[in-house]
Each structure stands twice: as structure tokens, then as C-alpha cells.
């Protein structure tokens, strides 16, 4: 039923994949008022939310919101890792057993229901992650879901690439032999889901929906600050599930502690056989490496560079990137980290630019942002977490006392919230050939490091080293000689990274379209997982076959 | 110019792989004759083959024909792991930046020159693996071509589906943004082929290409004892890849020795990204669990089953089994191991025959094939290896202290080859319900058990059970109701296997097709590789992608 709803969506969007056009699933979704996202989050305070396998264990997860700084108060069921994983096999054979088109359906649906309820979806995720409702309801709401929906279209696509069944005839010595031969696809086994504090669904739609359409029942594990998001979006799909007629515990929430955290011990039970995880570094090459037998997707961090050699309109490429470094305050994975610019400056239409003016230039168009409080707070929202403020805060200190101080931090003045973790970019600048540290990886949060470099060459070598030893998931590139662009992609795509060329405009530059832009290309430490390549679906199914033999 | 010569083969491949119909790229090769066959092999006698990058190590490989008893006396070059992937790696970067199209037509070429020296790779073949001069023409002859075709034509459909470039258009806010996107496949890294003794070629070849298409060098590791058929395979890629301006170091062979093997030192190098073993499920198991940041594919071996319900021509079906027994002595990871009768015996058209005799019309009709000399030489030939012998001999002695022997493995007397290591299945009958023991996984070679059981429920409860622990390649049923079928081949799904039901035919039981029948399912112990799905191609190449802004 809900498969036949849906099926023009999905057949558009298994359209837009092969064309890897622009195109959306979803409309836009207007952002509530304050108040009424306040309302909205309100609405939950001592709620509790049942969202797996029956169990008597509660957690009241520590969800502060990073705008009012008051705690959310929902309480989970928690259950164990044992629990959890019986309940997965529980729900496991109904799961498999239901056809495809059920279970395409459902996760259709389910985005659908997300979508209807996209104003609450994006109240919840400002007040958990810090994003600002603008951006909630479009990077967490249209685009993830678009995201979801281009991977339940990819699953979709490479089930359909199999036949059902053939009559299969060949002439063995001189007998004719005829073999009715059938093909299923198989899940793989229980999924483990772990997603991040800052941008949940982006993430864990695709990883979600991917198992869930294949057929392999999940387990969600989020980070326990940020619990609440993605608790509603597991509720949605169990309900729909429900109403499939499919075990709800196909789907189940696992809650858990900073202090006794759950995760390694999931993904590392014999019972589990796909780990979908987006987070730090460390702990994914830590799955990476000690889950044996067992799909592991990563997406991680790395440090994202800009190289700034020559731009048409330097203003307009200067505004680009102070919103790119602010935008959510630095809290993507996909921001820019590394800008380097050459010791001649950069050259444009109206003739070079010192690097000296260039800087100027790039904290001026930050300043412009964080002295616009309307706009920074649709910009930059909030930090999620305090330890990003007092990382922040000790890398501010440290670069005042080297002197490489650029820009301070400087909290915007958010203008519904006064006690909002509010920040703006830091900059530092380093020289690297006078000895001027660098941070040996990602540095999470609204922080920059301007980077001296001799020349483009110089720039590019530097930068590609960068990417072969920390990863990066998306690097910048000003430079007007279309060729050079060229030259510079191919350095990129030899250290595995891909490469965005000149980007000034209205589109934020870390923005990854759905259908389109590939995200992670698996190719440096930045993760192995992609969104979304076929290697991020196929290896979810196995085929099945059985054979009889009819004539011969 | 490959690529146009073959494109219409490929076109036809990729047809058949979607509508897994029958199918084949390859004419039959007609066999030597055995005095053509020795001057073949006798024509690398003192021989030695350079088929890595320059090395002044060298190794004569303890190759013995299992016909003659005579060494081939062959003499490889030896790279040590470091020589070898350093050649790898000298090589990458021009495979990797050669078009897709010159890949594919360099992989489509290659097959084509083993296809048009058939002969010569069916003699070497057979006098190194033991296959018969017909086998080696077949199964590891055009069966072995059309599977690695098969993936070929993977390859090239998967990379088809994504569009090299796309013009991508999005309004953001009341401007329109355009960006000409490119979109590039890249592949892993250096990838690893550890090739098996007695079928080197049926997995070995689709490894090798689907390596080389996507672009990662390759390193082929054949056994110690049974070299020579993938050196000459070996050669004639290389061949191909220099006529095609490409390095030839782009496939390497690397030779060991049984007393200092180099496969675990090769595989867990950091640069050897793929790994495709066949062989041993210990040594699987091993690399699949210790290979970290590598992918692994295992084809390794299982516990295949039989089930005798009921049938509607018992003659007919024991011939097939009889056939399927003795097929290459037992050495196909395919071929019958624990063969389950009910205590009523099997229904047939004429009624049910009683378990003794069933038990005795199978032992009547191996006898039957091992009696007619001609016959039997084209379907048993020889056991690879004499630890095979050895091994058989142990286990004939053990049953007939315990009462168990049904039938000794005696050799039959090969019309050519009065010394060659020939011999027919040993039949051993058990009753587990006695506590009669059963071995603990697979026994390499012609050996079946006959399995006493109360009815056909609980052979399949043991069956299956037996495929969750050893794992099965391929699991057979004689039930004349089809309704029953359909419920065993769900039983056998769910235990991660496929099924092959009713097989009486001049088809050999385990033949598996290219193109329509998926081999190992990924689901059971018996290795995570599928000739071929998906998984087997999606993962070995990614995309890395570019941006850039043209108007906005």
C-alpha cells in the first residue's frame, strides 16, 4: 500500500540518481517561530519514550538545549546490549521474509511522515544539536530526507537489477536441460546505527533506511546529548511499521551514557553484521579495525582545505567563505579548516591582492556576519557541546600567545536567546616554513588556520599531504585558469579527495546535493563509507538462489 | 581499439547477466590429445618465466604431474612481498589513469587469447590441477571465461551508471546556481589473487579482471604446487597490457613455496588494499579476521549436502550422483559430501526403494563409472595432491575398523596413465543417532557419507544445521513435491544456502553458470564472495568528483 503511494517519488528519484541532477523528493519546510519551537521541545519535558524492545530500564538523557541551556528531561527506555540484540533477532525473520516493495514502502513512508512533521523535527534538532531552525528544517529536514530517499532508491534500483526467477535452457552433449531457477535477496544480519551529536540525520537516514530495505533490522544507537531526534524519527518508522504489519523492534533505539557507553560492545557481538558510524576519527578506525566479519561504513572528520589563488570578485569569494567557516559554527563535517594562500596574494579581475589585504578582507566579511545578529543566528546557530567552547577558548589562548592570532572567537549576539552558546570563526594565521604548528588533524568547531604558503604549487602539495594523512571530505579551490583548475583537481582526486572549484554564491559552499554529490569518497582517513555509492547498498543483501530442474 | 574489437561480446554479457538466462561468450574448446597434452607441458620443461617486475630471485616451483608423476620442472622469477608491491605500486598510477574503456578491452582481449589457446591451458592445466583434459577445456576453460566476462561486464555496467559529468542547476534563495560536476571512478589500491591448487582459474580470473578494470594492479599468488596454468594466464595479460601501453607490472605473479609462504605478509601490507582468496576456510577465516582496512573476498569451502526425499527415476538420480561424486575425484569445492536417507527409504514412480538398497544402487552405479575406464578418466581424472590420497587412505581405514566402509576408493585404471594418481569415492555410511561421529567440516577429495536419518524433517534440521557451522557452496534435493521444495529451499535460505533440487541430467550436478548462477552465497561460513553479485564489483573502485561553479 504504501509502496504504490510512493512510487512515482521513487521512481524520480531513481531518475535523478542516474542523471545526478538537481532535484528534491521534498518541499521546503518553513521554520517555526521561537516560541513555538520552544512549544514544540516543551511538549516532550518528562515525556518517556519507549522506542525498543520491552524492558523496565529508563535513562533522562543529559539534552541541554545550546539556545535556552535548559534540559530537555526525556526519559528512554535503555535496554541493554543483550536485550537489544535478542529483540533485533526477534523482529529479524518478519522482517526478511516481508517483500521488498513492503519494505521500500515503509521507509518511504516514514520519510513521508518525517517530512508532514518537519517543523517539530527541526524544533528538536535546534534545541539538541544547536543548529539554527533554518538550517534544521533544511541540512537535518529536506536534505537528509533527500538523502534517505536517494538510498531507498538505490536499494530499490539494485533489487530490481535481479530477475526473480528465469527458465534457464542449455544443450548439455546432445540433451536439452531446462532449470526453473529462483533468486531472493537475503539481509545480511542486525545493524548497528551509531550517530553523531551535531548532525544526526543527515547521516543516519541513508544508514537506516539503506538496512531497513534490505531487510536487516537495526539498532539506533545515538550520542546520548543528542538523543531526542532521532528517538522521533525511530518512533515515525515504528509506527509505520506497525501499520505494515512488521515488528516494530525492527527498528529500535538504544540509549546509553557518556560515562557507560554502549556502542563497542554492539558492534562487536557476533550477532552484528553491519555498523553504520559517523563521529570522531579514532573511534572509527577503532571499528575499522577490531570488527571482524562484519560490514563497518565510517564517516569520520578530516581537515578540509581552501587553496586561494585567483578569483573574479574577491569580496564575493571572501563573503562565501566567512559563511562557510561560520556556518553552524564550524560543526560539519564538510567545513573548511585549512586556507592557504600564496606569498604573492591572490590575483583577480581588478589586479592582485596582498595576502595581507586578503586576510583583512576574509575577517571583515566574518565580522560583517557576526555583526548582523538576525543573520549570524540563522548562520551560525550554536555550539552543541561546551567542550567545543573550551577547545575553542584554549586554542584561542594559545594562539594569542604565539602571535598568530587573527580573529577572536567573539560570541554574536543572538537576538532571541542571550545565553545561546553562540560563537563566531576563529582565525589563526601560520607560517609553516618559519615552524608555525598545525593542529595534527581536525579541529571541531568555527576555527581556521590561514596558511602562508610560497605559491599555488606549494599550496597544493601542502594541502594534498594534508589530506593523505588526516583525510578530508571536502576541499576548496579559488582559482580562475579553468585549466589549473583542472591540474588541481587531478592532484586532489590522486589523494582521493574530491575537489570544489570557485564557489561563490547564494549555495553554501559545504552544501552536498542528494542524488548528485557524492559524500566521503572512501579514498583517505577521512571514512569509508559514501553517500552514495553502490558499495554503501550491495554489500547490505546477498542473493539466495534455488534451482530445480524441470525438462532434460 | 580492444574495447571496439570486443564491445559486442561485452554488450551480449552484460544482456545475459541481467536477464540470467543461458548463455556464452566462448566457443568449446576441443581437448588435446593426451601426446599433444605432454608436448605441451614438455614444452616448458627448463623453462622460466619472468612475470613480475625485475628480480633476480628465482624459484623452480615442485610442480608434479598427477598423470605422468613427472616434474614440470618450471622456473618462475621470485619477487619478495617488498619487490612486488613496489612494482604494484610503480604501476598504479598509469592503469589507474587509463580510460575505463582501454581497461575493459585489455581484460576482454586477454580472455580472448586464453580462449584461442584453449588446448595449450587445458593440458597445463590438467597436468598440474589433475582435471581432465575435458574439465580443464570446460570448467576451467570457457566456464571459467564466461565468469570472468561475467564480471567484466559488471564492472563496465556498474561504471555506466554513473554519468562522467553533469550540468547541475539549483535556485537557492532568488538565484540560480550552476555547477559543472564531473564524476570519476578511482580505484582502492594494490589488490592480492591467492589462487587455489586443483581450480585455479574459475575464481582467479574474475578477481584478476575485476581488479584490473577498475583499475588496481594486481598481484596473482597461485598455489606452490600448481603454477604454470596462471603464470600463461598470467602472460598473456601482460602481453595484452603492453600492446595497450600499459605497464605490464600492472599484474604481477608472485611464487612462494609451501616452506615459506609470502600470502599473510602480502595481505596485511598496508598498501595491499583488496584481498580474493581460494582455499582453505581456515586460512579464510584467518585473513577475513586479521586483514584489517582491506577488503576481503573468500571463496573457501563447506559441507554440501544431499537429500534423498524422493525421485522419479532412482537409476537416473544415482547416476547424477555417482557422477557428481566422482566429478574431478571430489575436488570441487561444489561437489556432494553428506548424502541424507530417510529410515523409509526413497519414494520413487515405482514405488519407495529401502534405504540399503538406494545405498546400493549409488555404490552400483559409482561402480558402474569407475569400471569403464574411458569414462571414468574424463570424469575423475587424478587427485592433485598425494596429501589428498593420503588423506582418503586414513579415512577408508578408519570406517572399516567402525563399520562404516561402504565402498573403498580404488583406483581406476586410467587408459594412459597406468601411474596417474586416480581413484574413485570412498562411501562411508553413518548413523548419528548411534553416535557414529561425522567429520568436523569438509573432507577435501572423493569422499561421501551416507547419512541415516528418520525422515526427511530431520534431515533437513541436520542439514541446515550443518550449513550454519561448516558452511555449504552447494546443497542438493530429490523431492518429486514441489511444494516441499519450496519449503526446503526456504529452510536451506535460511541458513545462508542455496539449492539445487531434482538434478538428473547429462547436466553435471554442480555445475554452476556464469551469468545466471550466483556462487557462494556470502551468507554461511564458506567465504563472503558471490560469483557474482554486486558486492563482488561495487567496492573495488569509488568515485571522486569535482565542482565547479559556472554561472550563479
Known amino acids: 500500500m504504501f509502496f504504490e503511494t510512493h512510487r512515482d517519488l521513487l521512481q524520480a528519484a531513481v531518475d535523478a540518481n542516474q542523471t545526478r541532477s538537481a532535484w528534491t523528493g521534498y518541499t521546503a519546510i518553513a521554520p517555526p517561530e521561537c516560541g513555538q519551537a520552544e512549544d514544540i521541545v516543551g511538549s516532550y519535558d518528562g515525556a ?18 545550546p539556545y535556552t541551556g535548559k534540559a530537555l528531561n526525556v526519559t528512554y527506555s535503555a535496554p541493554s546490549a543483550e536485550e537489544a540484540l535478542g529483540g533485533a533477532a526477534r523482529a529479524a525473520v518478519a522482517l526478511r521474509d516481508a517483500d521488498v516493495e513492503l519494505r521500500v514502502g515503509v521507509c518511504l513512508e516514514a520519510l513521508h511522515r518525517i517530512h508532514l512533521r518537519g517543523r517539530e523535527f527541526a524544533a528538536i534538532t535546534s534545541h539538541t544539536t544547536g543548529q539554527s531552525l533554518a538550517m534544521a ?11 534517505g530517499l536517494e538510498v531507498v532508491a538505490m536499494v530499490w534500483a539494485a533489487m530490481s537489477r535481479v530477475p526473480p526467477e ?67 524519527a525511530v518512533s515515525v518508522i515504528r509506527e509505520v511499521l506497525a501499520e505494515a504489519g512488521l515488528p516494530t523492534d525492527a527498528i529500535q533505539l538504544v540509549v546509553d551514557t557518556v ?16 555498523v553504520d558510524f559517523t563521529g570522531s576519527q579514532s573511534f572509527g578506525t577503532w571499528l575499522e579495525r577490531n570488527v571482524d566479519n562484519t560490514l563497518v561504513f565510517t564517516e569520520t572528520a578530516g581537515v578540509n582545505t581552501v587553496i586561494l589563488d585567483s578569483v573574479r570578485d574577491l569580496p564575493a569569494a571572501m563573503r562565501t567563505l566567512a559563511g562557510g567557516l561560520s556556518l553552524f559554527s564550524g560543526q560539519m563535517c564538510t567545513t573548511p579548516q585549512n586556507i592557504y594562500i600564496p606569498d604573492a596574494g591572490v590575483r583577480t579581475d581588478h589586479g592582485p591582492v596582498s595576502r595581507d589585504d586578503v586576510v583583512a578582507a576574509l575577517r571583515s566579511a566574518i565580522d560583517d556576519l557576526a555583526g548582523a545578529p538576525r ?82 604549487e606549494s599550496a597544493v602539495e601542502h594541502a594534498t599531504a594534508s589530506v593523505r594523512r588526516h583525510g578530508a571530505i571536502s576541499s576548496y579551490l579559488y582559482c580562475t585558469d579553468d585549466a589549473a583548475v583542472d591540474a588541481i583537481a587531478d592532484a586532489y582526486a590522486d589523494a582521493g579527495a574530491s575537489l570544489s572549484a570557485n564557489l561563490v554564491s547564494s549555495m553554501p559552499m559545504q552544501y552536498a546535493a542528494a542524488y548528485s554529490d557524492y559524500h566521503v569518497t572512501g579514498l583517505n582517513p577521512a571514512g569509508n563509507a559514501t553517500l552514495t555509492d553502490e558499495s554503501f547498498v550491495a554489500g547490505r543483501f546477498r542473493m539466495v538462489q534455488d534451482r530445480r530442474q524441470v525438462r532434460g
Chains 1, 2 share one sequence.
Not at 518517556?48 to 538545549?65: G, H, K, M
Not at 543527515?202 to 531526542?228: C, D, E, M, Q
Not at 560515562?259 to 553491519?274: C, E, G, K, N, S
Open 166 to 232: 528465469v527458465t534457464w535452457q542449455q544443450t548439455f552433449g546432445t540433451s536439452e536441460v531446462t532449470l526453473r531457477k529462483r533468486f531472493r535477496a537475503r539481509p545480511l544480519g542486525t545493524a548497528l546505527v551509531i550517530a553523531c551529536a551535531s548532525f544526526p540525520a543527515w547521516n543516519a537516514y541513508p544508514a537506516i533506511l539503506a538496512n531497513l530495505a534490505t531487510g536487516n533490522p537495526v539498532l539506533v544507537k545515538p550520542h546520548p546529548r543528542s538523543v531526542l531526534a532521532t528517538a522521533v
Open 375 to 456: 543573520r549570524a543566528a540563522a548562520v551560525c546557530g550554536a555550539l552543541q557541546s561546551e567542550a567545543t567552547r573550551q577547545a575553542l577558548d584554549a586554542l584561542t589562548d594559545r594562539a594569542a600567545a604565539d602571535g598568530t592570532l587573527v580573529r577572536r572567537p567573539s560570541a554574536y549576539v543572538h537576538p532571541e536567546y542571550p545565553q545561546a552558546r553562540a560563537v563566531t570563526p576563529l582565525l589563526v594565521r601560520v607560517d609553516p616554513r618559519r615552524g608555525d604548528p598545525l593542529p595534527d588533524g581536525e579541529q571541531f568547531g568555527p576555527v581556521a588556520f590561514v596558511i602562508d604558503c610560497a605559491d599555488r
Open 48 to 65: 518517556t519514550l519507549c522506542l525498543s524492545v520491552q524492558t523496565p530500564s529508563r535513562i533522562t538523557a543529559d539534552e541541554v538545549s
Open 137 to 147: 528544517c533544511s541540512g537535518s529536514g529536506t536534505n537528509a530526507l533527500d538523502r
Open 259 to 274: 560515562d557507560d557507553p554502549v556502542a563497542a560492545r554492539l558492534a562487536t557481538d557476533p550477532a552484528t553484521r553491519i
